[in-house]
């Protein structure tokens, strides 16, 4: 399927102070997706925002919205809408007066104007609040005043900005569902910015993953968990247990067969013998047990045991001292095993992936 | 031990003292004189009557009323037009320049303004700086009269009292939350339509505050429009000057400065009701 491109960031480069924000972001956006930039505080990823929305100029690059450059436009011009991550609603306005703020700039019909603030406050949730000032509004109730004042404005692209932040866990996973609905409901291109990887993976269409002004990995939900590229996507995204192998060769059914931990470990990838590499291993994909079985290649011993609600966590220790942290519904294989125990261990090789050629600095 | 929660503590005794001797006592004398009788030669007759506000509403008076409020509401305009912008750009700029800026707008501020009103004297004379400049560079071959007219009186208001509308205003160009006209601009809204939609209605307790600092002094400042206008510019504050110390008047001075004091009065509770800011904290 041909997909359309209705925005694209061409090697965009931007500094505050010297000091370098985004180095060389590129980036293509399909018509009608849910794209998350997912990445910790700083990592440029609000800039990212700023500059397609126009508020920020690129040193450097091009921004391409709907085939046009834009990259000199005023952010008025742009047809792109943005939710803060601070609502910015308009405290002097009540509701229905944000809401129908950028229509009534675009000089639509009084009428036309009362229905379609009307239906967005429908649309979220919200009908009868059009006369009540944002400082009577909760902390979700503005955050839908600021979503509906956007998208009334029928975005090609809207944009959010950590839109979920302020609020609490409970709230945050209603508002992923209704988000996710409302974009659906609506096919508005979503470009939404996290640093909470449980929205990214609950809501994207794909997800690019930043870190000091560079994406790192651009993938589908799956593929960034499943196969990350880099260390830090690895240890980002989920938990994941970071391996300092050596290539030994491969086995019989192809897998790349490494030593680590005082045995010999499998894992799918390209690899020279004798070559170091670093291994990703999310936590929740470690088998082990007191008896051996199929795969088991390592041994070693249960260390302890943390209980943490639906989870549970073991951290195992291997006999060259290294530690492998286990997470799962508490059974293991065996059932919760205690301290002391010893255990084999071990994996499908499709599940430990190279993140890196050569190993980590020890210094980090 | 119990204290009484509503005894106010003793620390206030020298505040309420000094406000009893210095403000309510004089407030007090003034009513008082208001409604007395001029004495034929000197004083007050100590004899209720209300002749000095019957005379309130004399036309000779009445006009100088109506030109003191002219005078105020054009000095309170000038100095919003000019003293909104100044603020404004002063806000925005980088912090370590925002406090250069405001002192070089304070130090003057703090000498005296009869000595910097002089200043405005030697500039505006028909063989001033100003005139000089002007013939110098061909623009007019003779003086203008600059000094002694409508004009100076309006500029030497205007100079003395902006102070107060930049800091006003600038105070409240620094509360600003930016991210709201960066909304106001990313929903569609040009510069200009953003400032007025949205910058403008958040500075406007300052505008307000502002106006009113401005507005209540230049009611009654009486030196500058006699320095600067050459007495030909009566106003209120000159007018009670006039009363009390030239026409020894006391009872009809007094009816001026209630008459007065009620209009400032006036326009404060306007501006709490408008600004609702009932403390007054704008105005601090």
New interface residues.
């Given amino acids: 399927m041909e997909q359309e491109v209705i925005l694209s960031l061409e090697n965009i480069h931007k500094s505050f102070d010297g000091q370098k924000a985004l180095c060389g972001i590129d980036l293509t956006i399909y018509k009608g997706e849910f794209l998350t930039l997912l990445g910790p505080s700083g990592c440029g990823k609000t800039t990212t925002l700023r500059i397609i929305a126009g508020l920020e100029s690129p040193d450097e690059g091009r921004v391409i919205l709907g085939g046009t450059d834009v990259t000199d436009w005023e952010p008025n011009k742009r047809g792109v809408n943005t939710v803060f991550q601070s609502y910015a609603l308009f405290p002097h306005m009540n509701v229905e007066n944000n809401i129908a703020y950028g229509l009534k700039l675009r000089k639509v019909p009084k009428e036309e104007i009362k229905k379609q603030v009307e239906e967005m406050l429908e649309l979220v949730q919200l009908p009868g609040f059009g006369e009540r000032m944002p400082s009577q509004l909760s902390g979700g109730q503005r955050q839908r005043v600021a979503i509906a004042r956007a998208i009334v404005n029928k975005p090609s692209v809207l944009l959010l900005d950590e839109p979920l932040g302020a609020l609490d866990l409970q709230l945050r996973r209603q508002m992923q569902v209704e988000l996710k609905r409302l974009q659906q409901k609506l096919g508005i291109t979503f470009v939404y910015i996290t640093h909470d990887q449980e929205e990214a993976l609950n809501m994207s269409d794909r997800i690019g993953i930043m870190n000091q002004g560079k994406i790192l990995q651009l993938g589908t939900p799956e593929e960034i968990y499943e196969h990350p590229k880099s260390r830090f996507a690895a240890q980002f995204i989920g938990q994941s247990n970071i391996l300092k192998a050596t290539v030994t060769g491969r086995d019989a059914a192809g897998n790349l067969t490494l030593s680590f931990g005082g045995g010999t470990i499998l894992a799918s990838g390209q690899g020279e013998p004798g070559e170091k590499v670093t291994l990703s291993l999310r936590t929740e994909r470690v088998r082990y047990g007191r008896e051996p079985r199929q795969g088991f290649t390592l041994s070693g011993q249960v260390k302890n045991n943390h209980y943490s609600g639906g989870m549970m966590r073991t951290v195992l220790t291997l006999p060259t001292g290294e530690e492998l942290l286990v997470s799962g519904m508490g059974d293991g294989i065996e059932g919760r095993l205690p301290a002391g125990t010893q255990v084999h261990i071990g994996w499908d090789p499709a599940c430990a992936v190279i993140v890196e050629r050569g190993w980590p600095d020890e210094a980090e | 031990m119990k204290r009484n929660k509503n005894r106010p503590p003793i620390t206030l005794l020298p505040m309420a003292l000094w406000t009893t001797v210095f403000v309510a006592v004089p407030l007090v004398y003034v009513l008082g004189l208001s409604f007395m009788k001029k004495a034929a030669t000197w004083g007050v007759v100590a004899e209720f009557s209300l002749d000095s506000y019957k005379n309130l509403l004399n036309p000779v008076y009445l006009k100088v009323f109506a030109q003191s409020f002219w005078v105020a509401i054009l000095t309170t305009v000038f100095a919003l037009l000019i003293g909104y912008p100044f603020a404004y750009f002063t806000a925005k700029l980088p912090k370590k320049h925002r406090s250069l800026v405001l002192m070089l707008m304070l130090v003057p501020f703090w000498t005296n303004s009869l000595v910097r009103i002089y200043g405005w004297m030697i500039l505006l004379r028909s063989q001033g700086v100003i005139n000089g400049l002007l013939m110098q560079f061909g623009v007019i071959d003779k003086p203008l009269k600059l000094l002694y007219t409508f004009g100076a009186v309006l500029v030497g208001m205007v100079y003395a009292l902006l102070p107060f509308m930049v800091l006003a205003i600038y105070n409240s160009v620094c509360k600003v ?1 930016w ?2 006209v ?10 200009a ?1 953003a400032f007025f ?2 910058t403008l ?2 500075t406007m307790p300052g505008v307000m505050a502002g106006c009113v600092l401005v507005f209540i002094p230049s009611v009654g400042l009486f030196f500058i429009s006699d320095l600067l206008g050459g007495a030909k510019t009566m106003l209120l504050g000159n007018l009670i000057k006039n009363e009390l110390l030239s026409a020894k008047n006391w009872p009809m001075g007094a009816a001026l400065s209630i008459a007065m004091m009620a209009v400032t009065l006036l326009v404060i509770r306007l501006y709490q009701h408008f600004s609702r800011d009932q403390n007054l904290e704008g105005l601090l």
């Fill in positions: 939350d991210s709201l960066e909304a106001s601009r990313d929903l569609g809204a040009g510069r339509k939609t949205v209605p958040l």
